[in-house]
Nanobody
Framework: QVQLVESGGGLVLAGGSLRVACAAS????????VGWFRRAPGKEREFVVT????????DYADSVKGRFTISRDNAKNTVFLQMNNLKPEDTAVYYC?????????????????WGQGTQVTVSS
């Protein structure tokens, strides 16, 4: 019922900033919590952050707390991830995903719909 498309990835120097976006199709985007996950080469996909349906609740992984900020604009069917003070270890493919759970969660199994991912590369 939901299709997601990420955009905004690219190459940035360490310490720089990047904003990625997740655009959703359908008429029920506000009925889904949205999470960001990432997969670095040779590593398992890991949780980054999630935002609740209304945006009143967020949950950040410790590795990005204080550097990344998630927000959503339900009227535009879009979720944004602002990434500041990027580090080489942030290099990964970033995926957005939608969950029917009001507050989302950290487990991948809670997310039913996934985007194709966007590459973020941070060079030192």
């Amino acid at each position: 019922q939901v299709q997601l498309v990420e955009s905004g990835g690219g190459l940035v120097l360490a310490g720089g900033s990047l904003r990625v976006a997740c655009a959703a199709s359908g008429r029920t985007f506000s009925m889904y919590a949205v999470g960001w996950f990432r997969r670095a080469p040779g590593k398992e996909r890991e949780f980054v952050v999630t935002i609740s349906r209304s945006g009143d609740h967020t949950d950040y992984a410790d590795s990005v707390k204080g550097r990344f900020t998630i927000s959503r604009d339900n009227a535009k069917n879009t979720v944004f991830l602002q990434m500041n003070n990027l580090k080489p270890e942030d290099t990964a493919v970033y995926y957005c995903a939608a969950s029917p759970i009001v507050t989302g969660g950290r487990a991948e199994r809670l997310y039913y719909y996934w985007g194709q991912g966007t590459q973020v590369t941070v060079s030192s």
